[in-house]
């Protein structure tokens, strides 16, 4: 690792990349772009307005909304000041925003009147507020139109104006590695999410060595990763790219055919779609045939194995890789190096990072397992969070020994190599047998009508419980409850076999996460 980026806070690190690559790309819209100095100066400009409205050390900044250049603005602000970003789901509901705006003890919300695939901000921050008023919040700021009861950002802005530079610099001079700098909200697979603080040294030296050690980017690199930027699957690339002086390529919300064109226009290098639903959609667009993505060197997904080889088919002029990773170890902790093997980069999720250690425990015994034996993934090292904020009870049942439980099924292979075969949750419990969810969806993935598959396990009289698959189709395609279940048929043993499945068109997401807790619910009111 080399010496520019090396145990720096976030505000250091823009500081250090706007110096030496000033002039460079670092966010690039379809309709808008800015450079590294651009982003300081439009930073700094924040940050100065935060310590007007007595934003500091300790505080909690919360940003609500779809991706955009203030976003990023607004992230950075908040670590200049030695404040906490937290980046909130913008697909919540109001009584989920509610609470997050509560439990996270936000001091200052930021949103804007963009009416974005999710919601109209501003209507759904009113009606948190009726839910339940947080205690600490004190400050609403809306970019675009003026609302009642925000402050402008124009008005929010000229405030600022008043405070020198001088005095961000010497807040920023007196932030620690080990102060929290942006706190994420787990992605809600279950009811209630969970607040994350991350530090900077986890999020600076992640994002450098997903760089120095995985993705190799120089300058001339342009990285498209459209996930929201409420996820670390947008963050830890802006990290990744910032030690480069590479340019992080995003969209207000995922469209196929823009996302292409935009691939084409700007020859972008990396692609980070990063999920099957996002992968699909580009690949199954008409314009996929057309477009020029010749450009394209390097591309992350994670899916099943037949999956991924369907991908690696679509693009094969990358290299796929894949990762394993959660937002509580700083996003990800293991990449495939791009000279892995297909089959490893089929099959595995790549070797931990340089500094991060993970081994496989009995869930019960909580004993270590041999090379190639199933069990708990835990992990160690500077990535690992320190704990869940406001939760000693969790916290207490989440580390041994300083080793996190992820909760998540796997295997180390004989090289070290991780092997994810889905959440301890996810088991079913058929007739005695276990079975694992991710089998059964891997298998319905490589039909080739099917465009997502979830497996969920639901009561049954006689077996106990028995696998129901929730599926997406292909647009165009139809099939049958009964034509799925004979797809199955020899090749999976019969226990596995879907006794139910259930067609859809919208799946109920997090942030990019299918909730399946919200199947089952959908499969309880359905049956009564």
């Given at each position: 690792?080399?010496?520019?980026?090396?145990?720096?806070?976030?505000?250091?690190?823009?500081?250090?990349?706007?110096?030496?690559?000033?002039?460079?790309?670092?966010?690039?819209?379809p309709?808008?772009r800015?450079?590294?100095?651009?982003?300081?100066?439009?930073?700094?400009?924040?940050?100065?307005?935060?310590?007007?409205?007595?934003?500091?050390?300790?505080?909690?900044?919360?940003?609500?909304?779809?991706?955009?250049?203030?976003?990023?603005?607004?992230?950075?602000?908040?670590?200049l000041?030695?404040?906490?970003?937290?980046?909130?789901?913008?697909?919540y509901?109001?009584?989920?925003?509610?609470?997050?705006?509560?439990?996270?003890?936000?001091?200052?919300?930021?949103?804007?009147?963009?009416?974005?695939?999710?919601?109209?901000?501003?209507?759904?921050?009113?009606?948190?507020?009726v839910?339940?008023?947080?205690?600490?919040?004190?400050?609403?700021?809306?970019?675009?139109?003026?609302?009642?009861?925000?402050?402008?950002?124009?008005?929010?802005?000229?405030?600022?104006?008043?405070?020198?530079?001088?005095?961000?610099?010497?807040?920023?001079?007196?932030?620690?590695?080990?102060?929290?700098?942006?706190?994420m909200?787990?992605?809600?697979?279950?009811?209630?999410p969970?607040?994350?603080?991350?530090?900077?040294?986890v999020?600076?030296?992640?994002?450098?060595?997903?760089?120095?050690?995985?993705?190799?980017?120089?300058?001339?690199?342009?990285?498209?990763?459209?996930?929201?930027?409420?996820?670390?699957a947008?963050?830890?690339?802006?990290?990744?790219?910032?030690?480069?002086?590479?340019?992080?390529?995003?969209?207000?919300?995922?469209?196929?055919?823009?996302?292409?064109?935009?691939?084409?226009?700007?020859?972008?290098?990396?692609?980070?779609?990063?999920?099957?639903?996002?992968?699909?959609?580009?690949?199954?667009?008409?314009?996929?045939?057309?477009?020029?993505?010749?450009?394209?060197?390097?591309?992350?997904?994670?899916?099943?194995?037949?999956?991924?080889?369907?991908?690696?088919?679509?693009?094969?002029?990358?290299?796929?890789?894949?990762?394993?990773?959660?937002?509580?170890?700083?996003?990800?902790?293991?990449?495939?190096?791009?000279?892995?093997?297909?089959?490893?980069?089929?099959?595995?999720?790549?070797?931990?990072?340089?500094?991060?250690?993970?081994?496989?425990?009995?869930?019960e015994?909580?004993?270590?397992?041999?090379?190639?034996?199933?069990?708990?993934?835990?992990?160690?090292?500077?990535?690992?969070?320190?704990?869940?904020?406001?939760?000693p009870?969790?916290?207490?049942?989440?580390?041994?020994?300083?080793?996190?439980?992820?909760?998540?099924?796997?295997?180390?292979?004989?090289?070290g190599?991780?092997?994810?075969?889905?959440?301890?949750?996810?088991m079913?419990?058929?007739?005695?047998?276990?079975?694992?969810?991710?089998?059964?969806?891997?298998?319905?993935?490589?039909?080739?009508?099917?465009?997502?598959?979830?497996?969920?396990?639901?009561h049954?009289?006689?077996?106990?419980?028995?696998?129901?698959?929730?599926?997406?189709?292909?647009?165009?395609?139809?099939?049958?409850?009964?034509?799925?279940?004979?797809?199955?048929?020899?090749?999976?043993?019969?226990?596995?076999?879907?006794?139910?499945?259930?067609?859809?068109d919208?799946?109920?997401?997090?942030?990019?996460?299918?909730?399946k807790?919200?199947?089952?619910?959908?499969?309880?009111?359905?049956?009564?």
């Open positions: 690792m080399n010496s520019f980026t090396e145990f720096t806070t976030l505000g250091d690190l823009l500081i250090k990349s706007a110096d030496k690559f000033g002039s460079n790309p670092v966010i690039v819209f309709e808008q800015i450079s590294y100095k651009e982003l300081k100066q439009r930073s700094y400009h924040r940050a100065q307005a935060l310590v007007a409205h007595d934003i500091g050390p300790g505080s909690h900044v919360g940003i609500l909304m779809a991706n955009c250049m203030e976003y990023i603005e607004y992230l950075f602000a908040a670590q000041v030695g404040a906490m970003a937290v980046p909130i789901n913008a697909r509901k109001a009584p989920e925003l509610a609470y997050v705006l509560d439990n996270a003890d936000i001091d200052l919300l930021v949103t804007h009147d963009a009416i974005s695939e999710y919601a109209n901000f501003g209507q759904l921050i009113d009606d948190a507020l839910e339940q008023t947080p205690q600490r919040l004190k400050h609403l700021v809306m970019l675009g139109a003026k609302r009642e009861g925000f402050i402008s950002d124009e008005a929010f802005l000229i405030k600022g104006e008043t405070v020198d530079t001088k005095i961000v610099d010497e807040m920023r001079s007196q932030v620690s590695l080990r102060n929290p700098a942006i706190m909200y787990t992605s809600g697979t279950t009811a209630n969970k607040g994350c603080p991350l530090n900077h040294e999020l600076v030296r992640n994002g450098v060595n997903m760089n120095e050690s995985r993705y190799f980017l120089d300058e001339s690199d342009r990285f498209w990763a459209p996930l929201p930027m409420f996820h670390m947008s963050i830890l690339p802006l990290i990744c790219c910032m030690d480069a002086g590479a340019a992080l390529l995003s969209m207000l919300h995922l469209e196929p055919e823009l996302s292409l064109k935009m691939m084409e226009e700007e020859r972008v290098t990396v692609a980070f779609p990063s999920f099957p639903t996002i992968t699909m959609a580009m690949i199954n667009h008409p314009y996929f045939s057309k477009a020029d993505l010749s450009s394209l060197k390097r591309i992350n997904n994670v899916a099943p194995p037949e999956l991924l080889r369907n991908f690696q088919e679509a693009f094969p002029q990358a290299v796929q890789t894949g990762a394993y990773g959660l937002t509580e170890a700083g996003g990800v902790i293991a990449f495939h190096h791009p000279e892995d093997s297909l089959e490893k980069r089929l099959n595995t999720c790549g070797k931990p990072m340089p500094g991060l250690l993970a081994k496989i425990i009995d869930p015994t909580l004993e270590e397992q041999k090379r190639g034996e199933k069990g708990e993934i835990i992990l160690k090292g500077y990535s690992v969070f320190d704990g869940y904020y406001k939760a009870e969790k916290n207490q049942e989440s580390f041994i020994e300083g080793w996190f439980r992820t909760g998540d099924l796997g295997v180390l292979d004989s090289d190599y991780i092997e994810f075969h889905g959440r301890i949750k996810d079913l419990k058929v007739g005695g047998e276990n079975v694992a969810a991710i089998e059964i969806e891997s298998l319905l993935s490589t039909h080739p009508a099917v465009n997502i598959a979830q497996v969920i396990g639901v049954d009289e006689r077996l106990f419980e028995v696998a129901c698959a929730y599926i997406e189709l292909i647009d165009g395609k139809s099939m049958t409850e009964a034509e799925i279940i004979d797809f199955c048929k020899g090749k999976i043993a019969s226990f596995k076999i879907p006794r139910h499945v259930r067609f859809v919208e799946w109920p997401m997090s942030s990019t996460k299918i909730q807790y919200v199947l089952r619910e959908w499969y309880d009111q359905e049956t009564g």
